[in-house]
Structures are given as C-alpha cells and as structure tokens.
C-alpha cells in the first residue's frame, strides 16, 4: 500500500497555488512499493521499477537501409561513372556465405546483413544495370545508407530507465532487443465514488430534480488511461456517516480514494467533514478555475499505513481539469513514475480575455488554422463548468497564469490539448 505523510504537510491559506500543490505532493507523496514481472504484452501504460540494460547491440549487425548495391567505397571512381560486376544477392534474414571482393557489388535489400567487406550501398534509383553489372555514379559518401551495429543502442547500456511509465514505443523497444517481461511496481488501486443525493446511475429511473451521473465514467476513463487499478463503488448520497464508512473502508484496499462532489461549503457538502473525522485534510481549495473546491487527504489504511484521499468538484468540467492538475500528479508519484510536466503549446488567441489575479484559469477552446497558417484558438461559447458539450466540441485548454489579467485577441497563449491533458 503507498502510503503519505502527513507532516508539516497541512495548508491552511485561502488558496494553494498549484506550483506549491505540485511541490508537497512531490515530497510527501509515497510511491507504491510492490513489483512484478509483467509479460510486454501487458506492459504498456505500466511504470517501470528498476533499469532495463539493453543485453545486445541495436541493430546487432550492419545492415542496409534500403534497398540498392552494396559496395566498397575505396573502388569508385571519384570523378566519374563506376562499373561493378554483381555477384550475388542479399535479402534481409539472408547473409553473405563469402567476402564482397574488389569490383564486386553484390544486389541488396533493406534489412539485409552487410556483406563483409563491403561499407556503402548505393539506392536502387540512382544507378543503372548493364548485364551482370551495375553502373554507380559519383558523390556517394563512404558509409552512406549503411546502419551500423549499435547505432541505434549498445549493449549494456540504459535502455529504458526506472520510473518510465512505458508508452507503446518503449515496449517496442524492449521487444526489439528480445526481452519479453519487465519489472513493473504493481498497479496504484483506485476506488471511485460519485456523491450526491440529486444523481441516479444511467438506465436507472431518474426523478424530476435527479440528473444522470457523468462524473464517475469520465473519471473512470481518465483512469484508464493512466493504467490504475479501479474499483467502482458506485454514488454514495448524502449522509454524513455513511460517506465517513464508505471512505473508511474502500481506504483499507486502495492506494487513492477518488471522489466528486460534497467538497464545498454548502450544507449538504459533507466530503470534506468526512475526511477530517476519519483522517486528516491536507488542503481543499486550489487557485485555480474552474475546480478551485477540491479536496486532498490522508485517510488510516491497512497495514502498510495510509491511502491518498482526493474530493473533485461535482461540475464535471471542474472534476475534469482538477483531474488533469490535481490528480494526475498525486497518482504517477504513487505509481512511482518519473514526473511528466504539462508543457503548454503556443497558439493565437482569437478572443480577449480578463481574469483576477492570483489563480490559473483554463478556457475551453477550440483551434483553427488562420489564414497567414497560425493555429488559432477559439473559445467555447458556453463558460459554465457544467457543460460537458464545452469539452466534446473543444480540443484543450489555454492556460491563463496567476499573474494575468488582461489578455487581448492576437496574444499567444499557453494551450494543453485533451490528449496530453488525459495522459
């Protein structure tokens, strides 16, 4: 189980700026300490627990990069025309039985072995055949189009480091030096509940002042893409005791307790009351908008000590961006993942936008390509942090620092898409 501390960890200002929420997650939060064996078939998306050296040379022999002749560079003319006897043919999976000689160029293909002797290949379309002979022009460079061995890794070197939460080029690349499993630390264990008197799961009656829950199938998916392991509890209502027990006892089997709604100041908010109860709040509001309402805690777990507590917004806007700043640093530090910055990319605002000092906004925004071939970012029409159509009909956020007021159409903006915010 990963555990928090929970020391000198207490924030009690009006408003946690998000670079300081970043900072005390980084130094309090535990990574989970279980690992495995993970078969690459299963390791994608999963974080790695030690170094992997690669065990051989990538390529592990010369080898032609496309297809043409290869040659011995010192037997061309420099100044002119070439003439070659072809003397055999090489395709990959295939090896030369004998030395290429002098004058020779032997037919090769991408892929193929590198005959010895031989040191540049020339493409296809650049020579001509006569008969049993190739004719090659001038200019090639020695060693042109040939890949050597190790080029691309050299055996005993680092070939994925540990806390690389593996994307599926990594794998690719653990598959090509023959590996077929990976130390992996196991899973971080997630349970996930909604909150609210007033939301009914899809397909269920829904009463006239009920709205059907989003929030736990948005998060759900956001979770997945970060490869947790997720137990869905289901809505907890309204109650005091029964969200203290609930939260209690999904904490004792979880690594993070992830909740939305009941995490602001009105009567019925009882998440953040629960959590101070049965363990201890670490901070609930965040400079930022929409999502400023969000909760993070430590509750008692099992044996191995605690489990991370995180409140989310009930508007499923604000749940989705706190999840994006808020959650997904707290849970890739629990699943021992190097850190992953959110690197903002420019584009051009095509609107002018205010906002108060001292908290970090994010707009939804669309992007268009302008006429000069900018991209430009269009804002979504509608601000309200519970309009979901304002995410389906946007490609990101633009991201409006702490520090900024005024911006004016034509400025450049930081701008996150869904992908990367998603992970």
């Given at each position: 189980?990963?555990?928090?501390?929970?020391?000198c960890f207490?924030?009690?200002?009006?408003?946690?700026?998000?670079p300081?929420?970043?900072?005390?997650?980084?130094e309090?939060v535990?990574?989970?300490?279980e690992?495995?064996?993970?078969?690459?078939?299963?390791?994608?998306?999963?974080?790695?627990a030690?170094?992997v050296?690669?065990?051989?040379?990538?390529?592990?022999?010369?080898?032609?990069?496309?297809?043409?002749?290869a040659?011995r560079?010192?037997?061309?003319?420099?100044q002119?025309?070439?003439?070659?006897?072809?003397?055999?043919?090489?395709?990959?999976?295939?090896?030369?039985?004998t030395?290429?000689?002098?004058?020779?160029?032997?037919r090769?293909?991408?892929?193929?072995?590198?005959?010895?002797?031989?040191?540049?290949v020339f493409?296809?379309?650049?020579?001509?055949?006569?008969?049993?002979?190739?004719?090659?022009?001038?200019g090639?460079?020695?060693?042109?189009?040939?890949?050597?061995?190790?080029?691309d890794?050299?055996?005993n070197?680092l070939?994925?480091?540990a806390?690389?939460?593996?994307?599926?080029?990594?794998?690719?690349?653990a598959?090509?030096?023959?590996?077929?499993?990976l130390?992996?630390?196991?899973?971080?264990?997630?349970?996930?509940?909604?909150t609210?008197?007033?939301?009914?799961?899809?397909?269920?009656?829904?009463?006239?002042a009920?709205?059907?829950?989003?929030?736990r199938?948005?998060?759900?998916?956001?979770?997945?893409?970060?490869?947790?392991?997720?137990?869905?509890?289901?809505?907890?209502?309204?109650?005091?005791?029964?969200?203290?027990?609930?939260?209690?006892?999904?904490?004792?089997?979880?690594?993070l307790?992830?909740?939305?709604?009941?995490?602001?100041?009105?009567?019925?908010?009882?998440?953040?009351d629960?959590?101070?109860?049965?363990?201890?709040?670490v901070?609930?509001r965040?400079?930022?908008?929409?999502g400023?309402?969000?909760?993070?805690?430590?509750?008692p777990g099992?044996?191995?000590?605690?489990?991370?507590?995180?409140?989310l917004?009930?508007?499923?806007?604000?749940?989705?961006?706190?999840?994006?700043?808020?959650?997904?640093?707290?849970?890739?530090?629990?699943?021992?993942?190097?850190?992953?910055?959110?690197?903002a990319?420019p584009?051009?605002?095509?609107?002018?936008?205010?906002?108060?000092t001292?908290?970090?906004?994010?707009?939804?925004?669309?992007?268009?390509?302008?006429?000069?071939?900018?991209?430009?970012?269009?804002?979504?029409?509608?601000d309200?942090?519970?309009?979901l159509?304002?995410?389906?009909?946007?490609?990101?956020?633009?991201?409006?620092?702490?520090n900024?007021?005024t911006v004016?159409?034509g400025?450049?903006?930081?701008?996150?898409?869904?992908?990367?915010?998603?992970g």
């Amino acid at each position: 189980m990963a555990q928090l501390t929970d020391d000198c960890f207490a924030f009690s200002g009006p408003l946690l700026p998000i670079p300081d929420m970043e900072r005390m997650i980084a130094e309090r939060v535990r990574p989970v300490s279980e690992t495995g064996t993970v078969n690459l078939a299963g390791a994608r998306g999963r974080v790695l627990a030690a170094d992997v050296i690669a065990p051989l040379d990538l390529p592990p022999f010369d080898n032609s990069a496309v297809d043409g002749y290869a040659v011995r560079h010192r037997d061309l003319d420099p100044q002119g025309e070439t003439r070659l006897a072809v003397t055999g043919r090489l395709t990959a999976g295939s090896a030369a039985a004998t030395p290429l000689r002098a004058h020779e160029a032997i037919r090769i293909f991408t892929g193929a072995p590198m005959p010895r002797g031989a040191d540049t290949v020339f493409m296809q379309e650049d020579v001509r055949t006569e008969g049993d002979a190739v004719i090659v022009p001038p200019g090639l460079k020695p060693g042109a189009n040939r890949r050597l061995a190790g080029e691309d890794v050299q055996k005993n070197s680092l070939l994925l480091p540990a806390g690389r939460r593996l994307a599926a080029q990594d794998v690719a690349l653990a598959a090509a030096v023959g590996l077929t499993s990976l130390t992996m630390r196991r899973k971080v264990r997630v349970a996930l509940f909604s909150t609210g008197d007033e939301i009914v799961d899809p397909g269920k009656p829904r009463p006239a002042a009920a709205l059907y829950d989003a929030n736990r199938f948005l998060l759900d998916g956001m979770l997945e893409r970060l490869s947790a392991d997720v137990t869905d509890l289901g809505i907890l209502k309204d109650d005091p005791a029964a969200l203290q027990a609930a939260i209690a006892e999904a904490a004792r089997d979880h690594d993070l307790v992830l909740t939305s709604g009941g995490v602001s100041t009105g009567e019925a908010d009882h998440v953040r009351d629960a959590i101070e109860k049965i363990g201890k709040l670490v901070f609930w509001r965040v400079a930022i908008k929409p999502g400023r309402p969000v909760a993070m805690g430590v509750v008692p777990g099992g044996s191995a000590g605690a489990a991370a507590f995180v409140g989310l917004p009930g508007n499923p806007v604000a749940a989705f961006i706190t999840f994006a700043r808020v959650v997904r640093p707290l849970f890739l530090r629990l699943a021992g993942a190097a850190p992953e910055p959110l690197t903002a990319l420019p584009v051009r605002l095509a609107f002018a936008y205010k906002k108060k000092t001292g908290r970090r906004e994010y707009v939804r925004v669309a992007l268009r390509p302008a006429a000069d071939g900018t991209v430009e970012a269009f804002k979504h029409p509608q601000d309200g942090a519970g309009v979901l159509t304002s995410l389906t009909e946007t490609d990101g956020l633009a991201e409006f620092p702490e520090n900024t007021t005024t911006v004016e159409a034509g400025s450049t903006v930081g701008f996150l898409s869904y992908a990367t915010l998603m992970g």
